[in-house]
């Protein structure tokens, strides 16, 4: 009888201990329900009408684009003066820039003299001789004509054809001969033209210019 009695003792107390057991397991909560619940309420923020509200808010703002600054005019660079240009006739006294010029007389020929030299127009041409006196009123020794500066003479034909100086590095050249300030020197300018401008009876002027005034001569 002892040890029955003892065996029905030894076997409720390990029914109870295997119901404790049981309810200690039980009672802690899965880390499946945590992230269940977790979703559950981010789809319920989601789904709530003030939310959506919202999203749609941020989405639908729109970007403030930076103010341009307006462009201030720019101050227009005063313009050149354009030369001046004066009509004058053979024997008529002007001034062009620092220098006082008269042409004293002109003509046409195959060649210029001086001493004991001379230059010659190719074949078919002729020169026109423009005897000038002119005056330096600069402060500067300078040449009337010059390649570098200086004033630049032109023969124009019919208002159509034009017809540069040329040099001949006679004496007599004016161009050949720097001018002292104040002082008056005669000399000629050659321009070479065909027979037939020299011949013709069209319109035939001379034009003078430096960077800022021109001056034309009426020949015919």
């Avoid at 600069?138 to 032109?154: H, I, L, P, Y």
């Amino acid at each position: 009888m002892k040890r029955a009695y003892l065996v029905s003792a030894l076997a409720a107390m390990m029914i109870v201990l295997a119901a404790c057991g049981g309810n200690s397991s039980g009672e802690k909560t899965p880390a499946n329900s945590t992230n269940t619940e977790a979703t559950n309420v981010q789809q319920t923020a989601a789904t709530e009408p003030g939310n959506a509200e919202l999203e749609q808010a941020a989405v639908e703002e729109p970007a403030v684009e930076p103010e341009q600054k307006e462009e201030e005019p720019k101050e227009e660079e005063p313009k050149e003066e354009a030369a001046k240009e004066e009509i004058h006739k053979p024997k008529d006294k002007f001034t062009l820039g620092d220098w006082e010029v008269t042409l004293d007389s002109f003509e046409f020929n195959q060649k210029v003299s001086s001493d004991m030299f001379s230059s010659s127009a190719d074949e078919g041409n002729k020169f026109i001789v423009l005897n000038f006196s002119v005056t330096n009123n600069g402060k500067e020794a300078e040449s009337f004509t010059n390649t570098f500066g200086g004033v630049d003479v032109q023969a124009l034909f019919k208002d159509e054809y034009e017809y540069n100086s040329s040099r001949t590095m006679l004496d007599g050249d004016i161009g050949y001969r720097s001018i002292k300030p104040l002082s008056t020197k005669k000399g000629f300018v050659v321009i070479e033209v065909p027979d037939s401008v020299a011949e013709s009876t069209e319109s035939l002027l001379i034009h003078l210019k430096d960077d800022k005034n021109k001056a034309t001569i009426v020949l015919r």
